[in-house]
């Protein structure tokens, strides 16, 4: 059957060997980096709070100093994996805690911080560790220098995935007229010498065209042999560029070592491992647990493909309620920014007081409460429970909210009436306080 020989052929490992090399140091450096530069004491440690994955508020950050260690074990795993020391319990042990951090906060919300969730998850399962590993090392037996074709097919659906939604996404009229990409790179007009250039219209355009068509081609053009080397050097120029101008962690090169399960067994061996043996019997081995693999397979990679749809299901413009956009490879396609009042009525006496919303939260946590319905939403939860905790029931409305989506004019976001303090979020359905967009007023009209 062709899914045997495409899944189940023995080919060389070459490729997943010298990835986990490369994961494991990137994993390393993200989590260091993120020490280092201040991420984490921004993020994590000095506001009063954070604003979780809502559902998930029970993953709170340590206390103390307790989230740059908790960092330093997550950098020391990276470690591990790219060693291959101990190698199944570190790239586990690395999925669970980045997946935890990443549900603990989302005031720096990222796709690529999703994207390391799945990719970690996957090696976790690969058995990357049986050659140049101290796995290996240690115990010969487990020693291998082949591995399961699915292996291989399981990355590039994943990617292929990524782009193609990313390509899609961009499809809309304010990438395509080029608007929102000089929106994006006017904050970047101090940069030393390439800072004016960014601000060519000339340059937006390249970028808008280029970034649809690189997204939406790379992966087949990867796979295709003749255009492949030139899919390459593209890739160097657009992750560059995207690293460089956007600052964007490790998610540039991560992309870039994704490019060795492009490449043929021999390629990558004879570039990183010379002394390897060649693995080149390219025998059909099927596993006792063929049908467990292909039905997890099938599922995982259905709800792969549904997410990023689900909002095509929610009431009104994904762009203006932000519902159904995270975990949907959404990237860099909007500039929110909004302005709000909050205000809390005592359910006793019926006294009414504004809130400094300032004086409760981070500057970064502040632009995305003005602009984004479920952070609006959860600080309102936040009020209730701190009242709650002084024996007063309160209410909460949001006051003269208004958001610009992309530099256009302020259009009233969420409805005032509306007490958040005692609304419940459905993560199905819309939620009826976020005003229509103008879009579907529009239509109306």
Same mark, same amino acid.
């Given at each position: 059957?062709?899914?045997?020989?495409?899944?189940?052929?023995?080919?060389?490992?070459?490729?997943?060997?010298?990835?986990?090399?490369?994961?494991?140091?990137l994993?390393?450096?993200?989590?260091?980096?993120? @020490?280092?530069?201040?991420?984490?004491?921004?993020?994590?440690?000095?506001?009063?709070?954070?604003?979780?994955?809502?559902?998930?508020?029970?993953?709170?950050?340590?206390?103390g100093?307790?989230?740059?260690?908790?960092?330093?074990?997550?950098?020391?795993?990276?470690?591990?994996?790219?060693?291959?020391?101990?190698?199944?319990?570190?790239?586990?042990?690395?999925?669970?805690?980045?997946?935890?951090?990443?549900?603990?906060?989302?005031?720096?919300?990222?796709?690529?911080?999703y994207?390391?969730?799945?990719?970690?998850?996957?090696?976790?399962?690969?058995?990357?560790?049986?050659?140049?590993?101290?796995?290996? &090392?240690?115990? +010969?037996?487990?020693?291998s220098?082949?591995?399961?074709?699915?292996? &291989?097919?399981?990355?590039?659906?994943?990617?292929?995935?990524?782009? /193609?939604?990313?390509?899609?996404? &961009?499809?809309?009229?304010?990438?395509?007229?080029?608007?929102?990409?000089?929106?994006?790179?006017?904050?970047?007009?101090?940069?030393?010498?390439?800072? /004016?250039f960014?601000?060519?219209?000339?340059?937006?355009?390249?970028?808008?065209?280029?970034? @649809?068509?690189?997204d939406?081609?790379?992966?087949?053009?990867?796979?295709?042999?003749?255009?492949?080397?030139?899919?390459?050097?593209?890739?160097?120029?657009?992750?560059l560029?995207?690293?460089?101008?956007?600052?964007?962690?490790?998610?540039?090169?991560?992309?870039?070592?994704?490019?060795?399960?492009?490449?043929?067994?021999?390629?990558?061996?004879?570039?990183?491992?010379?002394?390897?043996?060649?693995?080149?019997?390219?025998?059909?081995?099927? +596993?006792?647990?063929?049908?467990?693999?292909?039905?997890?397979?099938?599922?995982?990679?259905?709800?792969?493909?549904?997410? +990023?749809?689900?909002?095509?299901?929610?009431?009104? #413009?994904?762009?203006?309620?932000?519902?159904?956009?995270?975990?949907?490879?959404?990237?860099?396609?909007?500039?929110?920014?909004?302005?709000?009042?909050?205000?809390?009525?005592?359910? #006793?006496?019926? &006294?009414?007081?504004?809130?400094?919303?300032?004086?409760?939260?981070?500057?970064?946590?502040?632009?995305?409460?003005?602009?984004?319905?479920?952070?609006?939403?959860?600080?309102?939860?936040r009020?209730?429970? #701190?009242?709650?905790?002084?024996?007063?029931? @309160?209410s909460?409305?949001?006051?003269?909210?208004?958001?610009?989506?992309?530099?256009?004019?302020?259009?009233?976001?969420?409805? +005032?009436?509306?007490?958040?303090?005692?609304?419940?979020? #459905?993560?199905?359905?819309?939620?009826?306080?976020?005003?229509?967009?103008?879009?579907?007023?529009?239509?109306?009209?």
């Amino acid at each position: 059957m062709m899914v045997n020989r495409l899944l189940f052929t023995k080919v060389d490992n070459s490729a997943l060997i010298i990835f986990r090399v490369f994961f494991g140091l990137l994993c390393a450096a993200e989590c260091y980096g993120a @020490i280092i530069t201040g991420w984490v004491r921004r993020t994590l440690v000095e506001p009063q709070f954070t604003f979780n994955f809502i559902g998930f508020e029970w993953l709170q950050p340590l206390p103390g100093l307790g989230m740059y260690f908790y960092f330093f074990a997550m950098g020391s795993l990276g470690v591990c994996i790219a060693l291959g020391y101990r190698y199944r319990f570190s790239a586990l042990a690395f999925t669970l805690l980045w997946t935890a951090v990443y549900l603990m906060q989302k005031t720096s919300y990222n796709n690529h911080y999703y994207l390391l969730i799945l990719v970690s998850g996957f090696m976790a399962l690969f058995p990357a560790n049986r050659y140049f590993s101290l796995d290996a &090392k240690r115990n +010969p037996a487990i020693k291998s220098i082949s591995m399961p074709g699915w292996i &291989k097919w399981a990355i590039v659906l994943q990617l292929f995935i990524v782009y /193609t939604y990313a390509s899609v996404a &961009k499809m809309y009229g304010d990438w395509v007229d080029f608007g929102i990409i000089k929106i994006l790179m006017q904050d970047k007009a101090g940069y030393p010498i390439i800072g /004016t250039f960014l601000q060519q219209p000339w340059v937006h355009k390249v970028v808008g065209v280029f970034g @649809i068509l690189f997204d939406l081609l790379i992966i087949p053009a990867l796979l295709w042999k003749p255009t492949r080397n030139l899919a390459f050097i593209a890739s160097i120029f657009f992750h560059l560029f995207n690293s460089i101008v956007f600052q964007i962690g490790i998610f540039p090169y991560l992309s870039l070592a994704f490019i060795v399960f492009f490449y043929e067994p021999k390629t990558i061996r004879n570039i990183f491992f010379k002394k390897k043996p060649l693995y080149e019997a390219n025998e059909v081995e099927i +596993p006792s647990f063929k049908n467990g693999l292909l039905v997890a397979f099938g599922l995982y990679f259905l709800i792969q493909i549904a997410l +990023p749809l689900r909002h095509h299901l929610i009431q009104d #413009d994904v762009l203006w309620t932000e519902e159904g956009h995270r975990l949907s490879w959404r990237m860099m396609l909007r500039s929110r920014t909004g302005k709000i009042r909050f205000q809390i009525r005592n359910n #006793d006496t019926g &006294k009414k007081e504004y809130i400094d919303v300032a004086s409760y939260l981070s500057q970064k946590q502040y632009r995305r409460i003005k602009a984004y319905p479920d952070f609006i939403w959860q600080f309102a939860q936040r009020l209730k429970k #701190d009242y709650a905790a002084k024996g007063i029931p @309160i209410s909460v409305f949001a006051l003269g909210s208004k958001v610009s989506i992309n530099g256009k004019p302020y259009r009233p976001f969420i409805d +005032p009436t509306v007490d958040l303090a005692n609304t419940p979020w #459905d993560h199905l359905r819309h939620n009826e306080f976020i005003l229509p967009s103008p879009k579907k007023e529009n239509d109306k009209n």
